[in-house]
């Protein structure tokens, strides 16, 4: 049961093939039986997936229509959830029950969709391993002495292993796209305000944005529909109906104009990374699609401005961890400042403390317009460099990611080292596009991703371009060996 897609497994639960309590519990046991390997979740929520399924049983014997009724999926743990722990990855939440749901994991509730857990991440979203979690690492199920990405690598990983068929993500410079491609999946960023953010523990409020991970384009389209909508309580959310986004799938990609951004193939990416992404370019050329290579000119610039802003912004909102009205508050401190300081640092760990460092220090008087103003500039002409893209082609494909799943450790010593693997992923978030990974082959016996990026609300696109590369190529289906 474990191997059907989500379209098929709600095709079995409206055909009464089995109950929504029969395909829960198979879930559940396999996860319950493949965690203690790999770490995907945090938390299992067994009983309470229990009863959501016989609720959604019910809601399928009086003929609900919804696809996702009853359909079991996993919840990265930054989205609050009422009445279950919601940890962000941290100690400093460690304890921190939420008293609602955010808006996307009401959307599903709302589509009656189950809860099977939560799933690891990196600490608040910061890293692109999955090794910053207070929780341990998540080992990668295609290969277990390496990481699965970051930082929903939890996520990638419970979609990978098969211990759901769907996960919610969540991407600020490449945390949907670049664990889906180590772990050889499909990924999907939306368009900036597609996604409400609210009640989803913020990050980097310009740039993060909810999404979704499943093993294929039309399961991805499928999870979106649910997850999107106007919620006037993220008031960088767009106001626009959402169309249907399995309607589009199946479209022909005739004169379908595809640029390749001479960036993308340089210095740093693995040699065979780029032969699979060149073969899998082939395949759409097959189907009517026309190559043009384009220029991205600023592109290098996407790293060093995206680590000026993303950790002044995450400056600014984790302030409000202070061991005062919620999340891990230190033991007997002696004073408010001694209960500011101790709570703060044995709450957060290392990476996140570096971050906020660089982020006050970018905002600080008299450098703010050196650093935070300068960055942000930088980031219009990112933006730019797009927008004229975008009078030649309709989508930009390239690598999601510049090496393959890398063993633990490996990039322990050096932050440098482990930012440069957003090096293709980071621009789309500084330009507010839509992105997404699909898999496109092996190297070394690990999943190597494919990115396509899309004209703001584009979404549609890339997911019928994304559909039709896999009816047309079968890498999505393959899974980890040695996992039946
Ligand atoms: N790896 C990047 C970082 O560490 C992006 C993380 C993310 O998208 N949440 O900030």
Redo the contacts with the bound molecule.
Sequence with gaps: MHKLSIAELSRNLKNKVFSSVEATRHFLERSKKLNPEFNAYITLTEEQALAEAAEADKRLAAGDDNVLCGVPIAHKDIFCTNGVRTSCGSRMLDNFIPPYDATVVANYRAAGAVMLGKTNMDEF????SNETSWYGKVRNPWAPNCVPG??SGGSAAVVAAMMAPGATA??????IRQPAALCGITGLKPTYGRVSRWGMIA?ASSLDQGGVMARSAEDAAILLNAMASYDSKDSTCINEPVPDYTATLHNKLEGLRIGLPEEYFGEGLHPEIQAAVEDAIKILEKRGASIKKISLPHSHLAVPAYYVI?PAECSANLSRFDGVRYGHRCEDPKDLMDLFKRSRGEGFGEEVKRRILVGTYALSAGYYDAYYRKAQQVRRLIKQDFDEAFNDVDVILGPTAPTPAFEFGAKGNDPVAMYL??IYTIATNLAGLPGMSIPCGLVDNKPVGLQLIGQAWDEARLLNVANEFQHHSDFHTWTPGGLA
Aim: net charge negative.
């Design positions: 979203a910061m890293g692109s970051g930082s969540t991407d600020t410079g490449g945390s990050f993303a693997e957003d």
